[in-house]
C-alpha cells in the first residue's frame, strides 16, 4: 500500500497531474451552497476545493490518504459502502465518485450506484469521472508506443494501475444501466494533453495554456469521445 500512495502522491504532483486536477476543479465551480458527497475522496483535494462554498461529507477507505492533511475543512469519514448505507436517504444534492468504479468489481458497481441514488436528493447529481477507453488506448499507441497493451485495452482487458489496483473500465452505456439514472451530460478531461510528449508539459505556463485548451473543448464532439478520462454527470429523477 505505501508504495501505491507514494506514487500516486508523485502522480499529483507532476504536470499531468495536476491539470487533471485544475479541469476538473473547473467543471465542479458552478456548484455552490449544497450537501455533497465525496464517495473514494483520496487524499481530499476535490474535497477541499468543494467545501469552500460548500457543505462537504468525504468518505474514503484508507485511512493514510484522507487523514494525510490536518488542515483541511470538510467532514472525513473512514469507510466504504457499509458507512453510506447507514446514512439517511436524501441527504446530498451531488455525489462525487471520481476513479473508483473502475477498481470496484464489476458485479458490485450496480450496488454503490443503488446507495447513490437513494442517498440523492430528488432531482440531485452525481458526478463520475471515469477511464475512456478510446482515449488510454489513443494514449497507449501515440505517446506510450506501446501497441501491446492499447490491443489488450481493445479487447476489454483490465488496464494496469502504479497508484490503485487493476481496473476495468466501463461505458456509458453501460453506467446508465447500472445506476438506472439519467445521464445528462459528460465532459472531457485530458483530449489533448495524454497525447503529448512528458518533455513539453513541464515548460512555464504550460499548464495554464492546456487548461485553456481542454476546456474549450471539454463539452465538444468529438473530443469528448476521444480524452482520457470523461466527466459523466447524472440526475436522478424526480
Not at 20 to 36: G, K, R, W
Not at 45 to 58: D, E
Not at 212 to 220: N, T
Amino acid at each position: 500500500m505505501a508504495n501505491h500512495l507514494d506514487h500516486y502522491k508523485e502522480m499529483l504532483s507532476q504536470p499531468w497531474g495536476k491539470i487533471q486536477y485544475e479541469i476538473t476543479f473547473s467543471q465542479l465551480a458552478h456548484l455552490e451552497n449544497l450537501d455533497i458527497l465525496d464517495f473514494g475522496a483520496g487524499f481530499g483535494l476535490v474535497s477541499q476545493f468543494l467545501s469552500q462554498k460548500n457543505r462537504v461529507t468525504a468518505v474514503e477507505p484508507v485511512p493514510e490518504m484522507l487523514l494525510a492533511d490536518d488542515h483541511q475543512t470538510f467532514t472525513k469519514i473512514i469507510g466504504s459502502l457499509e458507512v453510506l448505507e447507514e446514512m439517511p436517504s436524501q441527504t446530498f444534492d451531488v455525489i462525487c465518485c471520481h476513479n473508483v468504479l473502475e477498481y470496484i468489481e464489476p458485479s458490485q458497481r450496480p450496488a454503490y450506484l443503488q446507495v447513490f441514488e437513494r442517498l440523492l436528493k430528488s432531482s440531485g447529481r452525481l458526478s463520475i469521472i471515469k477511464h475512456n477507453q478510446v482515449g488510454k488506448i489513443l494514449q497507449s499507441v501515440v505517446l506510450n508506443n506501446d501497441i501491446e497493451t492499447a490491443l489488450d485495452l481493445l479487447e476489454g482487458e483490465d488496464f494496469e494501475s502504479l497508484s490503485f489496483a487493476q481496473g476495468k473500465m466501463y461505458s456509458l452505456e453501460d453506467l446508465e444501466k447500472m445506476s438506472h439514472m439519467t445521464i445528462d451530460n459528460y465532459l472531457a478531461i485530458r483530449s489533448f494533453y495524454s497525447l503529448q510528449p512528458n518533455h513539453y508539459k513541464t515548460e512555464k505556463g504550460r499548464i495554464e495554456k492546456m487548461t485553456q485548451m481542454e476546456l474549450a473543448v471539454a463539452d465538444l464532439q468529438p473530443y469528448k469521445n476521444l480524452s482520457y478520462l470523461q466527466h459523466v454527470w447524472l440526475r436522478k429523477p424526480l
